[in-house]
Nanobody, 127 residues
Framework: EVQLVESGGGSVQAGGSLRLSCAASGFNFDDATIGWFRQAPGKEREGVSC????????TYADSVKGRFTISRDRAKNTVYLQMNNLDPEDTALYYC????????????????????WGRGTLVTVSS
């Protein structure tokens, strides 16, 4: 059974930091691209960042570049999203997703085509 389990969400003040984790199981981790999407109330889902597990290639949305860092731990089958200098505009439900054939910028643009999804973790940033 494929599972993507997110954790690490919470409430912080603007300027603060959080680290999200996505623990993956049930598929070949090294063959996947894994990334993060977010959806705020009343807004469309947005691709945030992704990493190709095999070669470590990372991709970021312009809105988070320089503030968020994605990384992977191949020994733990886990992907992390370090979020620094958080802004109230970052408030959203953050989802982890994985795909075995789509990667890079296309991964962030083609949410509807991705293979696997987690259930989300809520991030709330107050001003």
């Amino acid at each position: 059974e494929v599972q993507l389990v997110e954790s690490g969400g919470g409430s912080v003040q603007a300027g603060g930091s959080l680290r999200l984790s996505c623990a993956a199981s049930g598929f070949n981790f090294d063959d996947a691209t894994i990334g993060w999407f977010r959806q705020a109330p009343g807004k469309e889902r947005e691709g945030v960042s992704c990493v190709s597990i095999g070669d470590g290639l990372t991709t970021y949305a312009d809105s988070v570049k320089g503030r968020f860092t994605i990384s992977r731990d191949r020994a733990k089958n886990t992907v992390y999203l370090q979020m620094n200098n958080l802004d109230p505009e970052d408030t959203a439900l953050y989802y982890c997703a994985a795909d075995l054939s789509i990667y890079g910028r296309q991964f962030l643009r083609r949410a509807g085509a991705l293979d696997y999804w987690g259930r989300g973790t809520l991030v709330t940033v107050s001003s």
